[in-house]
Nanobody
Framework: QVQLVESGGGSVQAGGSLRLSCAAS????????LGWFRQAPGKEREGVAF????????YYADSAKGRFTISQDNAKNTVYLQMNSLKLEDTAMYYC???????????????????????WGQGTQVTVSS
């Protein structure tokens, strides 16, 4: 079955960096969509960054543009989220999620942004302090 395991969360001071990892298994890693989401207490879940693993096309929410980078390592079936210049408002539980898409799907990150994500990891906490 599909499994997603996040790691790399932690506590960091504002302005610092963290790299989250999402190890995927149980499905064909390439040619599908993976996304990073986050949810802070009392707030709705927000999609942060998305990648089409068939070619690496990406899409970022406005809150992530210029600071976060999503990337993939096909040899390790892993997607990363490099987060730089972290702000207090980045504090949240971060989840990776997978959407299995048909082989004729557009190979674009914007397509991944619009998908229904049915497979989720357990989450990793990111806490940014002043």
């Amino acid at each position: 079955q599909v499994q997603l395991v996040e790691s790399g969360g932690g506590s960091v001071q504002a302005g610092g960096s963290l790299r989250l990892s999402c190890a995927a298994s149980g499905y064909t890693f390439s040619s599908n969509c993976l996304g990073w989401f986050r949810q802070a207490p009392g707030k709705e879940r927000e999609g942060v960054a998305f990648i089409y693993t068939g070619g690496g096309s990406t899409y970022y929410a406005d809150s992530a543009k210029g600071r976060f980078t999503i990337s993939q390592d096909n040899a390790k079936n892993t997607v990363y989220l490099q987060m730089n210049s972290l702000k207090l408002e980045d504090t949240a539980m971060y989840y990776c999620a997978a959407a299995l898409v048909p082989p004729w799907a557009p190979r674009r990150g914007t397509y991944c942004y619009r998908q229904q994500y049915n497979y989720w990891g357990q989450g990793t906490q990111v806490t940014v302090s002043s």
